[in-house]
């Protein structure tokens, strides 16, 4: 049974993302502020966090930067929002998709289904892709050059391992949204570009020639040279 990690300030919402989720089998963990959901992470078992962005003390712009110090469990943040720089601002520290209340409970099923098939069923032995002086590991979701390591988030891990596996082939916008997520029919194509940028900047700062080999194909998309 897969756990979901429910964080919003709102009791109602909680009882009403419980209502949705329960009944298809997975089973739920509560907290209403972001220092509980952190202590949470640390001490259970979580395959999804389904995150409020509106939530006092520490809000889930926060706490979804501060849960990515922690793990790489997939990230949900739900905005009341229509704002497209609050959806990239959630992208950029570290979330794998958001849903714009109010919402549907097909459409909330539909994105937690496609977050949650991107888990691991089961450990298996360490698998190292080389590419170049670079080493992806899909066990530990990280981006290794020499001594230096970079830790990358659901979505990330999955564009960087379609383009190191195909070196020197264009893939569109399109092609890596489908990559990333097992759907696009609700999710922005510019929301690749968001995780692209946050991306380099994060290997950027990790001292990753990064510029060398993840190149834009101007009006097409991307490649790993």
């Known amino acids: 049974m897969q756990t979901i990690l429910l964080v919003d300030d709102e009791i109602r919402m909680l009882e009403l993302l419980e209502l949705f989720l329960i009944p298809k089998g997975y089973k739920c963990l509560k907290a209403q502020n972001g220092k509980e959901a952190l202590r949470m992470i640390t001490d259970k078992e979580v395959s999804l966090v389904i995150l409020d962005v509106m939530m006092p003390v520490m809000d889930g712009w926060e706490t979804c ?18 704002d ?5 601002k959630g992208l950029n520290v570290g979330a794998d998709d958001y849903l714009t209340k109010p919402f549907d409970d097909s459409e909330l099923l539909a994105r937690v289904s496609a977050l949650i098939r991107r888990i691991p069923i089961e450990k298996v032995e360490q698998t190292i892709i080389k590419r170049d002086e ?14 230096k ?28 949204l489908l990559v990333a997520w097992d759907y696009h029919s609700s999710t922005d194509i510019r929301t690749v570009d968001s995780h692209i ?18 190149i834009t194909v101007w009006g097409i998309g991307y490649k790993w040279k």
């Open 134 to 147: 670079y080493e992806l590991d899909t066990n530990s979701y990280t981006l290794n050059l020499y001594e």
């Open 65 to 82: 930067k501060e849960i990515r110090k922690l793990s790489v469990v997939p990230i949900l943040m739900l905005t009341a929002r229509t």
């Open 197 to 214: 940028r946050n991306l380099r900047e994060k290997l950027k700062k990790s001292g990753f020639p990064t510029d060398q080999f993840l």
């Open 149 to 176: 390591r970079v830790l990358l988030t659901m979505k990330e891990f999955k564009i960087i391992e379609a383009l190191i596996k195909n070196p020197m082939r264009t893939f569109t916008r399109e092609q890596l």
């Open 84 to 88: 497209k720089s609050d959806v990239v």
